[in-house]
């Protein structure tokens, strides 16, 4: 979704579904909150600007981003009606290896909850080396990583959408 300015979250909204009729979970790492609130807002304000209704919108929170395949999890698992998720989360490089393993961890643990499940989990983890790259990341100077989730979300409800027509 990348364009040719700084800002990646910009998108053409005539070329998005319109979001009215689908049902989204985002499930939010309470872990480094000040970016993970940033991304959650660009997430929530662009599901709305492509027609998505607040009622829609469920929001739960989690510990932290390794938490976030749990809740994502048992979000699918107990909203049917749901059509899409986004994980959101921030991951900043520590001293340790920490890093690496909630990094890894995270990115296996969503794309296995796609492979499994019948629901779309959007993954919105930044993994920066700085709070720099976040803040720019989060609604700076690169635009919004939620937003981007949001887009994505909103195509892959179209898409799941679409395929129960070819079953």
């Known amino acids: 979704m990348a364009t040719t300015n700084n800002n990646l979250s910009v998108y053409d909204k005539t ?3 319109n979001a009215k009729d689908f049902r989204f979970g985002i499930v939010v790492s309470e872990w480094n909150e000040n970016i993970t609130q940033g991304m959650f807002q660009g997430a929530f304000d662009a599901i709305l600007d492509c027609g998505g209704q607040k009622e829609n919108i469920v929001r739960w929170n989690v510990p932290g981003s390794y938490e976030l395949i ?7 698992q107990s909203f049917d009606m749901l059509d899409a998720v986004i994980a959101i989360g921030s991951v ?3 001293e340790t290896k920490h890093f690496d393993y909630v990094c890894e961890a995270v990115a296996q643990g969503i794309k296995d909850l796609n492979v499994q499940g019948d629901i779309p ?4 983890v930044l993994t920066d080396n700085t709070i720099q790259q976040s803040i720019d990341r989060s609604g700076g100077k690169h635009g919004n990583k939620g937003t981007e989730a949001a887009i ?11 395929a129960k027509f070819y079953k």
């Open 121 to 124: 989990v959007i993954f919105c």
């Open 92 to 94: 900043i490089q520590g």
């Open 70 to 76: 749990y809740g994502c999890k048992k979000m699918t």
């Open 15 to 17: 070329a998005i579904p």
């Open 152 to 162: 994505a979300a909103i195509k892959m409800a179209q898409l799941r959408k679409d």
